[in-house]
């Protein structure tokens, strides 16, 4: 199976802030690359598909991009509504990955 | 509105296998893959495999092969996860997911209300 590596597990930002969040695939997935946001007792939301397509309804702060099989999720100005865990998942393949994951904590 | 309930928490010892069932309502069940997802205490989102109900085909993650077993009765729009050989690391809730409407290897975000099962001696 095809390994993601996600980083970094844990951020810590203020309101306000620009953060990103990195995925690193084990071998070329070329697009094929998801983004979720995950709440307590929530089901997993899907944010950005295809690396850099935003879904419908997810604000413009959030973007997706790649280079290689390096992809990155960005959030330009941080609202409360963001602080959540965070996960990307490769679809490349039959098989499906998640990365390990990143918990965006307030400072 | 799409609902999918899973079956009640399992207590298992080491060695045994569980069963959970996913009883899918509101949409067409033989149109969207069903995956199965877990999550162990303190971790992240660990994906197990998927099952087509239409067809019956299945996929599992390379880590859970020969252990994992997804089935589907069209007849009560179930499907069903059964773990052999379980140990204490596969403690864990299990939730059952629709897969998405653009692509059925994507999550959609109709999931099961998750299954508690605890492997312990």
Redesign the interface.
Known sequence: ?IQMTQSPSTLSASVGDRVTITCRASQSISRWL?W?Q?KPGK????LI?AASTLESGVPSRFSGSVSGTEFTLAISSLQPDDFA?Y?C?Q?SS????????TKLEIK | QVQLVQSGAEVKKPGASVRVSCKASGYTFTGSYMHWVRQAPGQGLEWMGWINPASGATNYAQSFQGRVTLTRDISVSTVYMELARMMSDDTAVYYCARGNRQDQLLFSDSWGQGTRVTVSS
Request: no cysteine; charged share 10%; aromatic share 24%.
């Open positions: 199976d998801a979720y995950h089901a997993p939301k899907l598909s865990t996960y998942q679809y039959y098989s499906v990955t998640f990365g390990q994951g």
